[in-house]
């Protein structure tokens, strides 16, 4: 059975994705901070008749990373990743400290570069795979109270792209998704949207995404724009 890894995968897009990719056959191997979280997504799919297992890592560790990924690839037939991990903190630039800089970039940049690195040669000596990249429209332009975050976005974004090219004549695909605000627990902790009710749900996202995985580029503005 092929195998799908998700970052993030214990609540919002990640959760989402994981459940609709059981759907259609593959194995998740779900990895994520939070172990309570990953269980209820892993109950979620097995209820449903999918397949599902929990990896603890820190994508922002690469010994973590390489040493974890060295010891699935033996066990599961690795297809695909996706990076769904994101860490956001908004607000006037000069407000943002350090510590909230270095956990943008280390997550949404640093994460997504190890764990696509460690992945890649699995995908190449298996001849195909696909690796999406979840980036947000902060990676398609500036944004008020988000620059940090944005340019982190931006990273990502030019990162996908770059693969994109460098793997275009082989059977390795790369997916930049680029949706708006979601109705997540991501703003729990923040006021930088007012109203996330108005926002498209998780699992609307996460169906439109699955409609669209042939496209190099998946575009979800908010409804509003």
């Known amino acids: 059975m092929r195998t799908i890894i998700i970052t ?3 609540s919002g ?5 994981a459940l609709l990719f059981s759907q259609k056959g593959y194995n998740l191997l779900l990895t994520g901070r939070t172990l309570e979280k990953l269980a209820d997504t892993k109950h979620e799919i097995e209820s449903a008749g999918g397949k599902a297992d ?5 994508i922002r560790n690469n010994a973590d990373v390489i040493q974890k990924i060295e010891e699935i690839s033996g066990t599961y037939k690795i297809f695909g990743l996706i990076n769904n ?7 006037p630039f000069m ?8 956990e943008m970039l280390d997550t949404n940049v640093l994460g997504t570069i190890l764990m696509t690195k460690a992945i890649l040669p699995i995908l190449k000596q298996n001849g195909e795979g696909q690796i999406m990249n979840i980036i947000s429209t902060a990676g398609l332009r500036g944004k008020v109270n988000e620059a940090v975050y944005v340019a982190s976005k931006f990273a990502v974004r030019g990162f996908t792209e770059s693969l994109q090219k460098e793997y275009e004549e082989s059977s390795i695909k ?7 605000g979601m109705n997540t ?3 729990d902790e923040s006021d930088h949207i007012k109203d996330k009710s108005r926002l498209r749900s998780a699992k609307e996202i996460a169906e439109i995404i699955m409609d669209q995985l042939d496209q190099d580029s998946i575009i979800i503005e908010n409804k509003n724009s």
Do not use: C, S, T
């Not at 897009?13 to 994705?17: A, H, I, P, V």
């Not at 991990?85 to 607000?91: D, I, M």
């Not at 790369?174 to 708006?180: L, P, R």
């Open 8 to 10: 993030g995968a214990g």
């Open 85 to 91: 991990a994101g860490v956001g903190h908004f607000g």
């Open 185 to 187: 627990p991501f703003w």
């Open 13 to 17: 897009l990640g959760k989402e994705l």
């Open 95 to 102: 407000e943002i400290n350090e510590r909230q800089i270095g």
């Open 54 to 58: 929990i990896i603890q890592l820190d």
């Open 174 to 180: 790369f997916n930049a998704v680029y949706m708006g």
